[in-house]
């Protein structure tokens, strides 16, 4: 398999998930400014969408869309235990969790990154994704991880997408499941190894 990823963007959640699976894959750098590949080929050839993540299976077919990828790797590695077997309820609760964190805290995030937001719109948006914090804060009390103590292929984009938020200018004090939270996750032998091979952290 083939990753194509920017560093520290949404393809960090499929990144760890690759890692805790333990399956042999491939890292490919795209610049999501320039739409390019490292060699400086258009990333547009590879996907109309120009956006990560984006797998590569080894037949040479791709998928797009984080939450569809990290499903995907959980099924292909059932043994880790990244996702409950399909068409089970926990199946569905995870992708609950799924769904959340991309409609009301990944894109929740997105415009937050846009130089041209005016600031009045940002602590908005910001103030938005502080309330949809409580709701998680709430669930992780007496919980190690979304589904309770395993983890799940939920939390590796949870952890992704809240990793976004002293960068951006949301503030998460006083949740105090959240902070737990991510250092658990901070934690764990393959986040750390996604994130130094992203040039993350040292």
Excluded at 66 to 75: F, N, R, S, T
Excluded at 92 to 100: H, P, Q, T
Excluded at 157 to 183: C, E, I, P, R, S
Aim: aromatic share 10%; proline share 5%.
């Amino acid at each position: 398999m083939k990753l194509y990823y920017s560093p520290g963007a949404c393809s960090l959640s499929p990144h760890i998930a690759l890692r805790e699976a333990g399956v042999k894959f491939d890292l490919v750098k795209t610049a999501l400014q320039t739409h390019t590949l490292a060699d400086g080929s258009d990333y547009y050839q590879i996907t109309a969408k120009g956006q990560v993540p984006l797998l590569e299976l080894d037949d040479g077919s791709r998928l797009s869309e984080g939450p569809v990828i990290l499903q995907y790797i959980a099924d292909h590695a059932p043994a880790s235990g990244l996702a409950p077997a399909a068409g089970t309820t926990e199946r569905y609760r995870v992708m609950e969790w799924l769904n959340f964190i991309t409609s009301e805290l990944h894109k929740g995030y997105s415009p937050l990154f846009n130089p041209k937001m005016p600031q009045e719109a940002k602590e908005i948006l910001a103030a938005r994704l502080r309330d949809r914090y409580a709701f998680v804060d709430a669930k992780l009390e007496g919980h190690d991880y979304l589904m309770g103590k395993q983890f799940s292929v939920a939390d590796a984009y949870l952890f992704t997408v809240t990793n976004w938020a002293a960068g951006v200018g949301v503030d998460l004090t006083g949740f105090k499941n959240v902070a737990a939270f991510m250092a658990r996750m901070k934690a764990r032998p393959a986040v750390q190894d996604a994130m130094k091979a992203e040039g993350l952290v040292k």
